[in-house]
């Protein structure tokens, strides 16, 4: 009789310094070749999940365990290197210059003869997809072709060409949460040919539910508290528990959105205008440009375009964060603080200039949100975070507190208040990222994806969170992939790539 790939037994998390189990009371099996989903509210544990079947949860210093969870029969901190965990973020996946060295370092960690390692390296790249040269530079590739580089990296380590490849364990933390649609498309293809010929077991969590549906035979669901929601085949699931599924946020297919009032508000004069534009990091390598763009006041404009067309680069250069290479960007007088002189320099800086002023000037003018949300995070626990913009302006502990409160009830945090940024799950980080900049109210707010990682319910609470912006008379610039919330929050649509 085959034996389970996976086995958790009331198996459960709680990481160090909290009170609520992550995850607990898990209990399931998955088989050898299976394909399952697993769903669940922003917070549910998902993650949690992954990384403990990978073996890179921790030890009793990281956090608390109970019941059993097993791989191969064994605890999987006992089985690194059999699992190939590939993460939601494209960059966070790739650790070498070359293509051919990121698929191998797995391998060479694990002390593959080097003969074979290269041997395994062909294959992998061979059976997801990515024909491209050895020596392809992976800052070249796009963000779908970084994806199927993980995938590759992982099969590589697990599995030798010509041997059975029944044991090969893939988990996938929403691998295409920051991917344009040609990328979304490209990760469920990469794994099409293995998953059909059951040659691995695939354990993935993603919120967007469709992106997956016909490649998996089997959902589960976990609960917030505690066991599981739903197991089963996914037209089952989502049709005996429709509408548990959707209190609880899952995405069910077919499932239209409730009615978002999106205000309408007159376009007031563009508080952000860029002029001969040139954009990048480098003046050698400049990403676009020169460019003529301004932004509409007091509606909401999306940066759209596929990955590595500019739009990130063109936002913090829009937010004063990025030196433009030429060219410049100017703030609408209203928005400018009183013109000052450098210290070290008679000459006064252009209060028009936003990559000129202090960072307390932007706090109320311009506030950024972004891609990464760990890049926004000083402090040691959630509510300190929200409170550190507000101590800058020397608001009144009274006043302060109060606005801190309404934001943790606004973004579903005030069971958080008291933990460490970065211990909170990648919807919860995204969350908390947004509320940074909300606290202090700035006229106008950039948000670099901000509905990745999150679940149907505190998505539908970050559109409204949008739509109450513009209802307050401030400028919304998002960044986004997001085709749902491009519809409802598209009133001015700039796809970067053609510029």
Known sequence: MTEPHITARGWGWRHAGRHDWAV????FEIMPGERVLLLGSSGSGKS?????????????????????????????????????????????????????????????????????????????????????????????????????????????????????VDSALLLLDEPTANLDRDGVREVPEALTGLLQDRRATLLVVEHRVSVWVDLVDRVIVLDDGGGLLADGPPDQVFTQQREALLAAGVWV?????????????????????????????????????????????????????????????????????????????????????AARAKRWSRRAVAASNPGAWRSRDLLTRIGTVFQEPEHQFVTSSVRHELEVGLHTLGWRPDRLAARVTELLEALHLTPLAGANPFTLSGGEKRRLSVGTVLATSPHVVLLDEPTFGQDRNTW???????????????????????????????????DVAAL
């Open 24 to 27: 607990s009371e898990l209990s």
């Open 48 to 164: 949690t999940v992954l990384h403990a079947v990978a073996g890179v949860l921790g030890g009793s210093e990281e956090g608390e365990e109970q019941g059993q969870l097993l791989v191969n029969g064994r605890h999987p901190t006992r089985m690194r290197g059999h699992a190939g965990l590939v993460l939601q973020d494209p960059e966070s996946n790739i650790i070498l210059a070359r293509v051919g060295d990121d698929v191998a370092f797995g391998c060479e960690n694990l002390g593959v003869p080097r003969d074979e390692i290269w041997s395994r390296v062909r294959w992998a790249l061979d059976v997801v997809g990515l024909d491209v040269s050895l020596d392809r530079s992976t800052a070249e590739l796009s963000g779908g072709q970084k994806q199927r580089l993980a995938l590759a990296g992982a099969l590589a380590m697990q599995v030798a060409p010509g041997e059975p």
């Open 253 to 337: 297919p077919g499932s239209d959105l409730p009615t978002v009032d999106i205000p309408c508000q007159p376009a007031e004069p563009a508080p952000l205008a860029a002029e001969d534009l040139i954009i990048g990091y480098q003046s050698a390598n400049p990403v676009r440009g020169p460019l003529q763009l301004a932004i509409p006041g007091c509606r909401s404009t999306v940066f759209t375009g596929g990955n590595g067309a500019g739009k990130t680069t063109l936002a913090l250069t829009m937010a004063g964060l990025l030196p433009p290479l030429e060219g410049r960007v100017a703030a609408r007088h209203d928005l400018q603080p």
């Open 460 to 494: 539908l609470d970050m559109v409204r969170l949008v739509a109450g912006m513009l209802a307050d008379d401030r400028t919304v610039i998002s960044v986004t992939h997001d085709e749902e919330f491009i519809e409802l929050l598209g009133q001015n649509v700039v």
